[in-house]
Structures are given as structure tokens and as C-alpha cells.
């Protein structure tokens, strides 16, 4: 098993920053690709940045805005997030794609969610 734990959420005026991170916890062979998605009140969940070994992804209204970045020391991701707006308002949730190994076998593609961190940006 493996636990994700959000931080860094709170309350911010349009125009500010924060910082969110995600540590992972647990039985990690190997973290793969990690992930921030987000879901506004009555809105479906939707992805917002993802970084694998090699590259990033970041939703087109966040690009230029937000940074998502990892520290595999720590296994950890952030995102840090500026310039931010009313729509930024939502529960960010951290992913995880991990491999996991069991004696000499290696389980790949197990997917993790945190319990998600509210953002609320104040016009």
C-alpha cells in the first residue's frame, strides 16, 4: 500500500501564489508518473499538470501559471501555482502511478490518490 498526503491548500486573493506538494509514502518499487488533478463544485475531476522521468503535462488554462515539479529523494511532487484566479478554486488531488514489487515480482500501473487539499481563490 500507498499513502499520498497533500499539503500546501488554503485561502489566497486572485493574483496570488501557492504551493502544493504530495508526499508518497509506502511499499514504492518506483514512482512513476505523478499527477495533480482538480474538481470544482459540481464540475467532473479533471487533470491539471503530470511529470513522468522525462516530461510534463499541463491543462491549457494553467499553462504559464503553474509549475508542477518532483524530488524523487523525497518522493514528493509540488505544484506551484501562480498568477492565481477565482476559476483556480477547487479540491486539488495528488496521483500516483506506481510499480511495486512482491519478492521477484514487479506490479506496474497501480494507481493512488491522496484525500485532495481545497483551494479558494477570493476575487
Known amino acids: 500500500q500507498v499513502q499520498l498526503v497533500e499539503s500546501g491548500g488554503g485561502l489566497v486573493q486572485a493574483g496570488g501564489s501557492l504551493r502544493l506538494s504530495c508526499a508518497a509514502s509506502?511499499?514504492?518499487?518506483?514512482?512513476?508518473?505523478m499527477s495533480w488533478y482538480r474538481q470544482a463544485p459540481g464540475k467532473q475531476r479533471e487533470l491539471v499538470a503530470a511529470?513522468?522521468?522525462?516530461?510534463?503535462y499541463y491543462l491549457d488554462s494553467v499553462k504559464g501559471r503553474f509549475t508542477i515539479s518532483r524530488d524523487n529523494a523525497k518522493n514528493t511532487v509540488y505544484l506551484q501555482m501562480n498568477s492565481l484566479k477565482p476559476e483556480d478554486t477547487a479540491v486539488y488531488y495528488c496521483?500516483?502511478?506506481?510499480?511495486?514489487?512482491?519478492?521477484?515480482?514487479?506490479?506496474?500501473?497501480?494507481?493512488?490518490w491522496g484525500k485532495g487539499t481545497l483551494v479558494t481563490v477570493s476575487s
Open positions: 509506502g511499499s514504492i518499487f518506483r514512482l512513476n508518473a
Open positions: 511529470i513522468t522521468s522525462g516530461s510534463t
Open positions: 496521483n500516483a502511478d506506481v510499480s511495486e514489487r512482491d519478492g521477484l515480482v514487479t506490479y506496474t500501473g497501480i494507481e493512488y
